[in-house]
């Protein structure tokens, strides 16, 4: 009878202990799924905030390209105004590059 009651306890312990290791294992996984969306969830924000990122540099980069263009066209539109002031000095005898000291 004795043997009957440790055959059966060792039945009930290991039934507890698949129990017990199947509810940690569940529980495990549990944990390692919400770690899992976590992180998917962290990398689409990134993603999010790169795409924006690129948008707000390639709208920055389109506008610097329009100024300089901008800009370069007002030089090209006033240097007929500098050529034309520079031969002016030019004819004052003072060869462009001021007033003469007369001794």
């Keep these: 009878m004795t043997a009957l009651y440790c055959i059966m306890w060792?039945?009930?312990a290991a039934a507890a202990a698949w129990g017990i290791?199947?509810?940690?294992?569940?529980?495990?996984?549990?944990?390692?799924?919400?770690?899992?969306r976590r992180e998917i969830g962290y990398w689409q924000d990134e993603t999010t905030r790169a795409r924006a990122l690129a948008a707000q540099t390639a709208r920055d980069a389109a506008t610097r390209a329009t100024a300089w263009k901008?800009?370069?066209d007002d030089v090209m539109a006033i240097m007929p105004l500098i050529v034309?002031?520079?031969?002016?000095?030019?004819s004052s005898g003072t060869g462009g590059h001021g007033p003469e000291l007369v001794q």
């Design 10 to 12: 060792a039945a009930i």
């Design 84 to 90: 034309s002031a520079r031969d002016a000095t030019d």
């Design 70 to 72: 901008e800009g370069r």
């Design 21 to 36: 290791a199947t509810a940690r294992g569940c529980a495990a996984n549990a944990r390692l799924r919400a770690q899992m």
